[in-house]
């Protein structure tokens, strides 16, 4: 467990560093989102907030099944827009 500082930045403003090593482990850079949830005892839980472009979506798709070419290839293509 890490005892971290509150700093005071803008004059109103409260802030707390996060450790260099979480944040690598996270691959988590400057201006990237993190979620800051209250627990009900009291403590904060930060995670990693995961956008979009994060996470990895698979689909399978039986090719033998589709015996149009076209309706392949547009298929396919509804696949990687969605």
């Known amino acids: 467990?890490?005892?971290?500082?509150?700093?005071?930045?803008g004059g109103s403003s409260l802030v707390v560093t996060l450790p260099k090593e979480?944040?690598?482990?996270?691959q988590i850079r400057k201006n990237d989102?993190?979620?800051?949830t209250a627990q009900?005892?009291?403590t904060l839980l930060?995670?990693?907030?995961?956008?979009?472009?994060?996470?990895q979506r698979i689909k399978?798709?039986?090719a033998?099944?589709?015996t149009n070419p076209t309706f392949l290839?547009?298929?396919?293509i509804g696949c990687y827009i969605a």
């Open 1 to 9: 467990m890490d005892i971290r500082r509150v700093q005071m930045t």
């Open 22 to 26: 979480w944040t690598t482990a996270m």
């Open 33 to 36: 989102p993190v979620r800051i």
């Open 40 to 42: 009900p005892d009291g």
């Open 46 to 55: 930060i995670s990693a907030a995961i956008t979009d472009d994060q996470v």
């Open 60 to 62: 399978e798709l039986d």
């Open 64 to 66: 033998s099944t589709c």
């Open 73 to 76: 290839f547009r298929t396919l």
